[in-house]
């Protein structure tokens, strides 16, 4: 019997692996397509909305039209399809089994050609990466793939959607790679390639061959100019870190908004957009013909300047008020003007005769995106494939380095994780982390614990049992309110406060854990709690599923394990 079934099941694994190669290149395909038609709808419809000489009413009322539109249908019909996209795809691979529902890509397609064609200054490329991602996912589902299939599908649209829609499929690779998955030692590699190799060549049997830029050949004209390119890596940090503090900080207070206002909030983005593009018209459209005349040398210093500063404050009102759009672009773009602006400076005040500002703006671009993306490996291979040149390769690399190290140094959470945690979702450790491969909360917390509804009268729970070490849990169901120890029941006792709901006691917990954090994390976190650890969901923060006790952290030092 078992001989029998032994080349059954070899047979059985080598057809999955085979459907999964041709799926990749169907998905590799499929995501090609997809961003194509994503970059032609966009100028198809900016055309229809701006004509080719708007005027200022045009170009302040569509944003805000097309705002209104989005943002109804985004909150009633196309949920999950605000923002770039690259968040929430990295939270459908790491946390959902690659599960996406088919309304993700159709929305973010519909809405993202709306809101880009109409004037807002956001990108391209992150919503392609969520409709390849999407339709790579819907693909996996509808052939009843395992989950673990349907999840690897994911990194690989992604791969292939961005591959075809910015030119660079070694880029692509790369950023599924270090972004999407998060582990470079994936081994999806093979994959992504071959997606990303389908796709690019779907884009160019569709858009041609032509580069996205047209970079004129570049070379170091002088070691000492290393040191200008080091200057420029560190201006660039300085830019990463203001544009994500305004965003983060922007977007907070979008979401402090009262509920009954999230219709709108795009609209308010559509509002600012607006008048952006009244002042600057220059801003309208995706902006690349502007980033291609700062490779060329044909920017003064005050454009640079003010177009680059103009472009941070309209990505920010627009990205921040939940319109559908990326920052790929405008990251590049801002990069462009940063560089170009350093280059005309540097060719003012250098004791030598520096390189075209073409040089810097194009480093510059990468340096900006490594210090806001934080994947410096991309931005390499990125920048490598526009130019097709090795000699920038050592410039850039100097630039990245010091852009990505101050940007770290002073935003510690790189971007798309400070938007997942702003929205409560918490990504786990990056595979290969110390954190990844200890014995974790999940091996020591407790699933036996109460919470009491928020309306039990405080002097019912007085005397209740306590989740652990006198603390009281106060939530619904599974979602936490707050937490309340027992002094501070029985002081309100005291005080005559007995019949009151304990929600009234309730004080949200300072810190919290997951359940892949390791033991010492915990310990630490402990330190600074009430003596009960919550654990949550890193989908949603406010869900616990389980608890750890200074009790049980013992149990597990001491090897006795933690019983459930």
Not at 358 to 375: D, K, N, Q
Request: some cysteine; hydrophobic content about 50%.
């Amino acid at each position: 019997m078992r001989r029998r079934i032994q080349p059954a099941l070899y047979r059985l694994q080598l057809r999955e692996s085979h459907l999964f190669a041709a799926l990749t290149v169907l998905v590799g395909v499929l995501a090609g397509l997809g961003a194509v038609l994503f970059a032609v709808t966009i100028d198809l419809l900016n055309r229809a909305f701006f004509g080719i000489d708007p005027g200022a009413m045009r170009l302040f009322t569509m944003p805000v039209l097309v705002s209104i539109v989005a943002g109804i249908l985004m909150h009633r019909t196309f949920r999950g399809v605000r923002g770039s996209g690259i968040p929430q795809t990295k939270e459908a691979y790491h946390l959902n089994d690659g599960m996406i529902s088919p309304m993700v890509p159709i929305g973010k397609f519909l809405l993202g050609t709306l809101a880009i064609g109409g004037g807002h200054a956001l990108g391209r490329e992150g919503p392609s990466v969520q409709i390849g991602a999407g339709l790579a996912s819907v693909a996996g589902q509808w052939l009843n793939l395992p989950p673990e299939r349907v999840r690897d599908l994911v990194p690989v649209g992604a791969a292939g959607a961005l591959s075809a829609a910015f030119n660079t499929p070694v880029a692509a690779v790369i950023f599924a790679l270090e972004e999407i998955i998060g582990d470079m030692n994936a081994t999806l590699l093979g994959s992504t390639v071959v997606a990303s190799v389908a796709s690019v060549v779907v884009a160019r049997s569709v858009l041609g061959n032509e580069p996205l830029f047209q970079v004129p050949p570049y070379h170091l004209e002088h070691p000492a100019e290393l040191l200008a390119y080091a200057a420029l890596g560190i201006v660039g940090g300085i830019v990463s870190v203001f544009f994500c503090k305004s965003l983060l900080a922007l977007r907070g207070a979008f979401r402090r908004l009262p509920g009954w206002t999230i219709d709108w909030q795009p609209a308010i983005g559509g509002i600012g957009m607006g008048l952006i593009l009244v002042v600057v018209p220059q801003m309208l459209g995706v902006g690349y013909d502007y980033v291609d005349r700062a490779l060329n040398g044909g920017l003064l210093l005050d454009a640079a300047i003010i177009l680059g500063v103009t472009k941070i404050a309209a990505t920010v009102v627009s990205y921040a008020s939940g319109n559908p759009g990326g920052i790929f672009a405008p990251t590049l773009y801002i990069g462009a003007m940063t560089g170009a602006a350093v280059g005309i400076v540097m060719g003012r005040v250098a004791p030598f005769v520096p390189a075209d500002p073409g040089a810097y703006a194009l480093v510059g671009m990468g340096a900006v995106f490594a210090g806001i993306v934080r994947a410096p490996l991309t931005s390499v291979f990125m920048i490598f494939e526009l130019t097709q040149d090795y000699q920038i390769i050592l410039p850039l690399m100097v630039a990245n380095l010091l852009s990505f190290y101050l940007s770290r140094q002073f935003q510690k959470l790189p971007l798309y994780h400070a938007l997942l945690e702003q929205d409560d979702v918490h990504l786990p450790p990056a595979a290969g982390s110390p954190a990844a491969e200890s014995r974790t909360a999940e091996d020591v917390m407790t699933l036996q614990f109460e919470m009491l509804p928020g309306e039990t009268p405080i002097a019912d729970a007085a005397v209740m049992a306590p989740a652990g070490d006198g603390v009281h849990l106060v939530g619904e169901g599974r979602e936490l309110i707050g937490i309340v120890d027992s002094e501070t029941l029985q002081a309100a006792i005291a005080a005559g406060r007995g019949a009151e709901s304990i929600r009234t006691l309730a004080e949200a917990p300072t810190v919290h854990a997951h359940p892949d954090h390791p033991i010492d994390v915990l310990v630490e976190r402990l330190a600074h709690s009430h003596g009960v650890l919550p654990v949550v969901s890193r989908a949603d923060a406010k869900t616990v599923v389980g608890i750890v006790t200074v009790e049980r952290i013992m149990h597990a030092l001491r090897g006795a394990g933690a019983p459930r």
